[in-house]
C-alpha cells in the first residue's frame, strides 16, 4: 500500500516507514503532521478520492540541503553575479496511512549530535615556582638602569661650569668698555687747561 502526498509544492509517494525530506515544516521534533493525499493504490485498488483516508508523518530533524550556487555572467560586459542557495528542510517518517500504521521498531529517531569535551588546560607546578625566580633579575635590572640617569644628572652641572669661564671674559671685556668710556669722560684724560697768570705786586 503506498499513497501520492501533496508536500511543499510537489507531489510524494510515500509507504508507512519511509524517510522523506519537506520543505520546512512548523512543527517541533517529535510532532506529527497530516499531510494531504492525492490518491493511494492498495494492490489493484485505486482510491482517487482519498478524502477519507489520511497520511500522518512524524517530524525527526531539521536540517538544510545541499548548496546550490548560481552564476550570473553576460559576455563582453565584465558581469557576473555569483549566489548560493541552501533550502530549509523538514525530514520526516511516515507512520500510518489510513488504517495501515508502523511498527514500533520501525521508528527512526533523530541521530543525536556528537558532543565534544572540551580538555581542561593542564596545570603545572613546576613552571610556577620558577617564575618568582626569574623576577628577581629583572627587579635588578631597572636598579642599574636608574643609577646611570643619576650619574648623568651629576655630570651635566659640571659641563655647565666651562660655560661660566666663558661668560667671565665676556663680564671682563663689559668691564673694561665701562672703565674706557669712564676714563674719557674723567678730567685727568682731557686736555689741561692754561694756568691763569699770577699777578705780581709791584
Do not use: C, F, W
Not at 490518491?39 to 485498488?45: C, F, N, P, T
Not at 531539521?62 to 558581469?79: D, S, V
Amino acid at each position: 500500500m503506498y499513497a501520492i502526498v501533496r508536500a511543499g509544492g510537489r507531489q510524494e509517494k510515500v509507504a508507512v516507514g519511509d524517510l522523506i525530506s519537506l520543505d520546512r515544516v512548523q512543527a517541533k521534533r517529535g510532532e506529527t503532521v497530516v499531510l494531504p493525499t492525492v490518491l493511494i493504490v492498495d494492490g489493484d485498488k485505486v482510491n482517487i478520492d482519498a478524502k477519507g483516508v489520511t497520511v500522518t508523518a512524524e517530524v525527526i530533524d531539521h536540517n538544510r540541503g545541499p548548496k546550490i550556487e548560481i552564476l550570473r555572467y553576460k559576455n563582453k560586459t565584465g558581469y557576473r553575479r555569483r549566489q548560493g542557495h541552501r533550502a530549509d528542510l523538514t525530514d520526516v517518517q511516515i507512520i500510518s496511512i489510513g488504517s495501515e500504521k508502523i511498527a514500533a521498531a520501525d521508528k527512526a529517531t533523530a541521530k543525536a549530535k556528537p558532543v565534544v569535551a572540551k580538555k581542561a588546560a593542564p596545570t603545572k607546578a613546576a613552571p610556577a615556582k620558577a617564575a618568582p625566580v626569574a623576577e628577581k633579575p629583572a627587579a635588578e635590572k631597572p636598579v642599574a638602569k636608574k643609577a646611570a640617569p643619576a650619574a648623568k644628572k651629576a655630570a651635566a652641572p659640571a659641563k655647565k661650569a666651562p660655560a661660566a669661564k666663558k661668560a667671565a671674559p665676556a663680564a671682563k671685556k663689559a668691564a673694561s668698555s665701562s672703565s674706557d668710556a669712564k676714563a674719557k669722560k674723567s678730567p685727568a684724560s682731557a686736555p689741561a687747561k692754561k694756568a691763569a697768570p699770577k699777578k705780581t705786586e709791584k
